[in-house]
Every structure is written in structure tokens, then in C-alpha cells.
């Protein structure tokens, strides 16, 4: 049975204009007369409704009107209809001639007729009334929610068996008619040998079928239009080619990078370059490098550099690429954002490959960085999209963000900014939402959120007009949203007001990157100090170890020849002691000393002087003479000893020989002692300048009677009698205890 078509045609002008009905007489069309046999073949139904119809039914139609081509024109109006005598030019003399007509009763009448022949086309257009709301119940409430600022109005799906992801859209640079989508399965693992490799190129007002289908030879991860020439388009693939197609000359590539000069990993963006002929393109994979190639000839590299972020250019340290941005307005720079979190900023004219990377965003995000998009008025403001978070970065700010919005729930996957408004842009995420932000009036939530599949959301694009977007889901579709005026027209003062927040938010940064400087600076030279002082302490070189030595041996020897002055000084001064008288007799007290025989250095062999001439008239028997210092012996000539008076000693005590070889010698004696107290470890010494009480001499003479020399000085007898004159006793030799080295500096101020 051949397809039943019925056209029916109707003007244009025709459409929505009012039906009118006419009355007629009553005609029959068909007349059935009863019949029995008829009626017995049947059942009566009691009530019955029936339905009647002359018209045929059909089961598809299709109406559409002819597509009319608009075209925009000027039209210059030149007034008219003045008399030659009045000038339009002249507002006055115009003024007065419009006074003059209306006051004219031929104007008057024509102004009638001709307002009541408007009323009546009026009044007709009236009885239609083309915005009647036929279903109260869909008004418009103040509890339904404001109108959408992005309309979904198009899906467009994969026509592979198995939806794969989608991994990139691009669109055209002709217009908003067509784009080209990338499907790439990324999972371990995920690719079978039945998986289909095709992507499409879509026109938006065409949902089944694709403008052209294009045939990789392995998995498509990113597609690129060449802004110079629109049919060449260039992609990445899975196993690190590069592949070119020519889409005026079918969907096969014609041309493919070599697989031994290609990355390693897989091809994760690809751009064009702005060169003369149009033919240059840069890509970066997560092998760590950026190739430049060349479509006249792809059998090999232009240039090629490693992402190091040492700037050694080393393979080894290098940081996997994900994605690429370039500036058209300066060619020489490029960005480079990586799967360790990082963004490189480098330009392709230098010395070395090295020098190629110019400044190094460390840890812009914790995991990879999955958009890298510059602001498309403000071109030294870049934002990246990685982990939970979206940041805002100034190219004078390298520490820190200048701008980011708050960590959320779910994972990020892509961003974009709006092309037409500088503080919009656009980010997906995990759980199938849609953000869109405005820095102008919020930054710290969306200015609006739509949920729009239940599947991961994994690339954004906005088209370059501003009114149209794609959005690329995990099962393999794409949504085409339509966003309203607010967000496809630019804001009158959008640009000054967004520029003005990135400049004050620029200085605050910068403040605080000084800031944080001079404490890390300040910390480090703590750190360099306390280290430098651990080392000298805990691990002492051979020059601190020698120095300390020499110095030791020094002080021991300034400490030696200190203690050998002051014996020679104590000795000096008890040598000499005043007359004593005795019993009514005069008697002079000879000096004896006995020294150590053996040890006859104590007192020093070198820088002593020679003995005075009453040494050498009067030597201590049975010991070597002491060599005094004559500056000591011209200080304490004039001094006296000043003692304390001794107790009378005991009637029965007996007397004790002064130099018997069984006794000891007190001063001998004392000297000893002072060695055996200097060897002792633990044992102190008083400090530098404080006195210390020192015992005072006694002198042994008489018999078991001991004489003090403040007796001796003062003329005081033993019996507590006067002495005089002419009281003369042979007194023997006088011995006196020489007190410690410690208490030289206490006997001095007892002296004076």
C-alpha cells in the first residue's frame, strides 16, 4: 500500500486570523433504513455514546513553514511634506506653521476620519487575544523557583554498542552550527577489541544523524580546530600519535605523526600555534614532554622539552602534562598544567632547553590539574580546576592563589570561563552538576547550580558567542544548554568592576607573599645559627680542638708563674721580721726557711732574680737560698706583719727540738699540703677576688712558749709584762707557717 500524503498549504499571512461561520440549511449526507436482520445479529447497549467523523485519520504529520532569509537594512528618513516656503531646518518657523494647520478646520476632519478607520483595524486585532492563559493552574507562583539560567535543549549520544566517556568537545570556529566530540575509554583495562574508535562532528539542530564521523586508528583523547584554515582539524590518541584530518576530503586522517618520535603515554591535549602559515601545533602527554610539530611534515619534530621543574630539562624529573593553554596575544608563552598539581609557565624562544620554563606554580592543587583556561579580557589571570576546588591565579603572584572557592563534596572533573562575561565561568563535577559561578556578586557558592544526569560530568565547553555550551557526560552524551541574557551578555560595567577585584586581591597577595619571605628568611637564619653551633659543640674540628689546647697550657702556665710569685712573695715578707725585745733585751729573730731539697724548681728557675745581699749574708741553714723578687722585696719592705697574741702554751708541754731530724718542717709541711689539695679533682677553689680568712703566724720561741708577732710588734711579753730596751735574749731561730696559695690575696689586705 503506497504512503497516504495530504498537503495542505496556507499562506503565511493567513495564519492566526479569526474563523468565520456561516448558517446553512440542513442537508443529509446518509441514510440507513432499519433492518431486523440486522439488529438480531447484535446487542443492545443501554446507554450508548458514539463518535462521528468525517475526517481521515493519518499516523504522522508534519508541519512547517517556508524558511524566510532575514536580512538586516538601514533606512535613511528624510522629512518631507513642507511647503517650499518653510524651511524643516528652522524649528521656529516649523513650530509655528504646526500651530497654524491644527487650528485649520479641513485638518480637523481628516485627523477624524482617518483616527476612526485606525480604531477600526484596532479594535480588530483586539478580538484575538494571543497571550490567553487557557490553564489557571500553570500561573506563575512566588513558591516556583526563579527561571532557569541554563536550558538544556538538545542530547546528542554515542552511537557506539558501548557508550564510552566523553573526553573532549570543541567547538567549530565558523559559528555555533557544529562541534566535533571525543569518546576515550580511560579505565584499565577498558578498551576490547570490539570498542568502536569513531568520534562525530554534530550539527545542533540535527539529533540522529552526524555531520561527519571520523575514523582514528586508535582512541581519540583531544580534538583541535586550526583557527586559519577550520577544515583541518588535529587530534591526540591513545598510544601517543598525533593525527590530522582534512574534513573536506572525507573521515579518514591524512597524515599521522611516527610512533619511535611520538609521546609515550597518551596525548592528553593538543593546541595550535600562531605562526604565518598556520601549520604549527604543540601537544604534552603524561611522559613528561611538549612536541612541537609541524602538518607539512610529521616524520618528525619541530622542538620538543621536558616539563622539569628543576630546569635542567631531565626525563627523569619530569612532571606529567594533562593539559595546555595558549595566548594568541602573546605566541611565545604557553602554560602547561600537571598530573603532580603543578603549573608551568614557559615560552618556546630560549638559549636552552632549560630556560624554557620560566616560572613553576608548585602544588597549585593536590592532585592533577584537569583545566587550564586563561581569562579571555584579562589575559595575565589563569584559572586551574583539580581536586575539590576551583583557584584563580595572577602571573605577579607565585606562591598563592589570589582567589579560590571553598572545597566541596565532590570531585571536580572540568571548568571553563564564559567568553562573553569576565567573572563567569562554568565547572563540573562528579555527581552530574552543573556550577556556575559569578565572582562579581558571589565567591564563596554558585550562582547557580543544575543537576543535570545522574552520570559524572567530565568536559565543559562554552561556545565563542557566549549562548550556547556543551556539556560531555561518563555514559557518552552531550547536552547542549542554552544560558540567558545574564549570562550571555556582558554586564555594561562587568569588565571595571571584575578588574577592580583582581587588582585589590592582587596587592593583598603580594603583601602577604612578603610577609611570609621575610619569616621564612628570618627562620632559616635561626636554623643556619642554632646548626652551626650544634656542629661546634657535638663535633669539635682539629682546629677548635687545637686552639682550645694552646689555650689550656697558657692559662695553666700564667696560673703557675702567678702562684710561684706570691711564694716568693709570703716568703720575703716573713723573712725580715721587726726587732723583738725579750725580757728587758733587744733581740733580733733570724729567718729560716727550709726548703724542699728535692724539689729546688718550685719556686722557678727562670725569670727569678738574684738573691739581695742580706740573702746571701744570712742563707737558711740546711737548704738552698729562695731567689725573692726585688720589686716584691721594695713592696713589702715597709710592711708589717700583723699577728694575733698567742695562748700561753701548756707547763707541761714539752720542748721539741727546731731542727731535729725526726721533726718536720711547718713550712715544708704547708707546701705539701697545697700540692695535695691542688691534686684533688672535686675539691674547689675560691673565686677570682674574694678574701678568704688566712690563719695568722705564730713564732715558736722560748721553750713550750709560743709569741705571736703582734706581741712581738706591740712589746708585750708572754707573762704579759713590758718589754724593754735592755732585755737582751738569744732567740733562736725563728719559724713561720707560710699559709696556702688561696689566701694570698686575704694576707695583702691584712698587711695593709
Known sequence: MDKLQYVYTKRRMDYGRQSFFNDRATEIDVNLPYSKEVA????????????????????????????????TVGLNHTEGGWPKDINANDVDM?????????????????????????????????????????????????????????????????????????????????GPEKFAVAHCILSFQGHLPSTSLDCYVWRTDDLLHPDLVLHPFAPILSLRYNPKDIGILAGGQYNGQVVIWDVRKGSRPIDKTELSISHTDPTYDVTWVQSKVGTEFFSTSTDGQVIWWDTRNLSESVDRMYIDATKKNDPKTAEGGTCLEYDVTAPTKFMVGTEQGSVFMCTRKAKTPGEKVTTVYSKAHIGPIYSLKRNPIFSKYFLTVGDWTVKVWSEECKDSPIMWTPYGSRYLTDGCWSPVRPSVFFVTRMDGSLDIWDLIFRQKSPEYSVKLSDSPLQCVSAQEQGQLMCVGTQDGRVIVLKLSEGLSIAHR?????????????????????????????AQKQKAEEGEDKKQSTQTPTAEVIEAATKAFFEDAADISKAERASELRRSHQFATPPPVAVMGGEVKAKEHFKIDEEDPDRY??????QPSQRDQEHPAPGAAAAAPLEEVEEEEAGKEIQTTKPEPAAETESETPLHSESAHHPQTDAIKEEDEEEEKPGQDKPPAGEETPTAIPEIVGLGSEKTSAADLSS??????????ESDKIDVPDLVVEAPSTSSINAEQNTDD
Open 40 to 71: 438480531s445479529q447484535f446487542i443492545s447497549k443501554n446507554p450508548a455514546n458514539a463518535s462521528t467523523g468525517i475526517e481521515q485519520y493519518v499516523s504522522e504529520h508534519v508541519a512547517n513553514t517556508n524558511y524566510v532569509e532575514l536580512d
Open 94 to 174: 516649523t513650530t509655528r506653521y504646526r500651530k497654524k494647520s491644527e487650528k485649520d478646520e479641513i485638518f480637523v476632519q481628516q485627523l477624524s476620519r482617518i483616527s476612526q478607520e485606525m480604531e477600526h483595524y484596532i479594535l480588530q486585532t483586539s478580538a484575538v487575544d494571543i497571550y490567553e492563559r487557557y490553564f489557571d493552574e500553570n500561573c506563575p507562583t512566588h513558591q516556583q523557583p526563579p527561571v532557569s539560567l541554563a536550558k538544556a535543549i538538545n542530547m546528542f549520544r554515542d552511537h557506539a554498542t558501548v557508550p564510552r566517556p566523553v573526553a573532549q568537545i570543541v567547538w567549530h570556529p565558523d
Open 493 to 521: 560595567n562587568g569588565k571595571q568592576i571584575f578588574n577592580a577585584i583582581l587588582e585589590r586581591e592582587t596587592r593583598r597577595e603580594k603583601i602577604l607573599e612578603g610577609r611570609e619571605r621575610e619569616r621564612k628568611l
Open 604 to 609: 722557678g728557675k727562670t725569670g727569678a732574680q
Open 715 to 724: 712589746g708585750q711579753s708572754p707573762a704579759g709584762r713590758q718589754v724593754g
